[in-house]
C-alpha cells in the first residue's frame, strides 16, 4: 500500500470515528510512524453500538426524580416536558433538561417547608420573644405584627423580597411606625435565618428608616403645679389614673416600666422598689421607695397583682387630652431634670434611678435647668447658689399639693398584699 493510500485509508477511518463517537468502540488500535512520518494501520475493528434516543434517556431521568410528565419532540427540534405541576419545561439536550428539573423540584421544596409569616410568627417567634423580654416590650411587638397582618401582608417566609418589604414601608405615612414595622420585619427574618429555615433575610437590603425622635423636655414648676391641681380637681377621672402619673414622675419610670408594676416589685418593709425595665439590660433595676411614692402605693386598688392595670394607649390618649403640646414621656424627663438640677444628685445614682447603661447619657438629656424655670435661670441678679434654692422652694410646693392629695384618699396597704 502506497504512503497515500496509507493517508487516505487513516483519514476515512478517524472521519469514521468522529461521527459514531460513543456509538463505537476500537479494539488493536496500532499507528506506527515511519520515515518521513508515514503513518501505518496494522489493524483495526469497529464494532458498533446501540445508542438509546433523547427521549428515553429523559423519560429515564423523569424516573429518577421521581416525577411524572408527558415527553415529546416538538416540530422545532426542542423536547417539551409537561408536568401538572411545573408546567412545561423545555431543552434541547437531557443535561439542560435535567437542571431546569432539577431546580424546580428543589425549589418546589423550600417552598413547602417555608411557613407563613403569620404561622411562624404565632408559633416560633413570638413564643421565643416572650422568654426573653417584658411584658410591655411584647405588647409593641404584637401591636407591630397586628397592622401587618391587618394590611394582608402576609405571604411565605421565602418569598419576601427587599422590594417588596420597601414598598410595603413606604406606604406607611408615619416615620415611627414605619421604624417600627421594618426593625420587627427585620428581627423576625433574623430569628428564621439562624433557624436556617430560610436562607436569607430579605430586610438586610431594606433601607434603613430614618425617624427624627422628638426631644424630651421637663415640665416647667408652673406647668407641674397647673397640670397635678387640675388632674386631683377632675371628678371624671378615676383615682388609681391619677395615681399612675404621679408614679411615673415621682419615680421617672417609663411608661411601659410602670404599668408592669406589681406587688412582687414592691418591698414595703426594706423600701426598695424593684422597677421591671423594658428597654435594656439595665433598665431592669432597683431603686429607693421613696417615702410618697410608698405613700402611693399603699393607696392603690391592686387589680391581679398589677397596680396600674391599663394600656399604653389609655394613659396616653388621657395624658394627651390633660396636657396638650407635651407628651407622657415628659414626666420621666421632668424626673430626672429635677434630680439633677434641683436635688443635685450624682449623675452615676441618677443614672441608676433612671436605668441608663451609662451616665454620659444622663448628663446629656437631664441637664436644663432652663426648662424648669426659664425666668429664674436668666436673672443675672441671683447667684447659682441662690437659683438652686429657689428651685427646690418650687418642688417642694409641687411635693406638697401630692401629699395633700395622697392623704385623701384611703390607705388600703397591708391588704395589697
Known sequence: MTNSEQTQVLEQAIFLLQALRNEIAIENWEVQRGQNFSKQIKRYEVISVPKKSTLEEIKELLISLKIKASVRQRANGLYELRNSVFGSVYGRTVEEIGDKLTKLVKGSAEKKKAPLLSEYYNDTYLPFKKTELAASSIADIETAFAFIFKSGFDKPLNRYTAEMIEKFLTEIPQTRKRKKVRGVLNNLFTHAKRLKIIKNNPCSDVAQVKHVSEVGKALSFKVQKAFFVGLFANPKIAVERKL??????????????????????????????????????????????????????????VVEGL???????????????????????????????????????????????????????????????????????????LSDDEKTGKLREEYAEILAIIDEFLDSIPKIYPKNQ
Open 307 to 381: 397596680f396600674f392595670p391599663f394600656s399604653t394607649g389609655q394613659v396616653n390618649n388621657l395624658y394627651a387630652e390633660l396636657l396638650p403640646g407635651y407628651r407622657l414621656h415628659d414626666l420621666r424627663h421632668t424626673f430626672g431634670t429635677v434630680a439633677m438640677c434641683v436635688q443635685k444628685l450624682d449623675p452615676k445614682t441618677v443614672a441608676l434611678y433612671m436605668g441608663h447603661a451609662d451616665p454620659t447619657t444622663t448628663l446629656k438629656i437631664y441637664t436644663h435647668p432652663e426648662q424648669l424655670d426659664r425666668a429664674l435661670f436668666f436673672d443675672g441678679s
Open 244 to 301: 399612675y402619673y404621679v408614679f411615673v414622675y415621682l419615680t421617672g419610670t417609663r411608661r411601659g416600666e410602670a404599668l408592669g408594676e406589681t406587688v412582687a416589685d414592691v418591698d414595703f418593709s426594706e423600701n426598695v422598689l424593684h422597677v421591671p425595665g423594658t428597654k435594656t439590660n439595665t433598665s431592669n433595676r432597683f431603686i429607693p421607695l421613696f417615702p410618697l411614692v410608698k405613700k402611693l402605693l399603699e393607696r392603690v386598688q
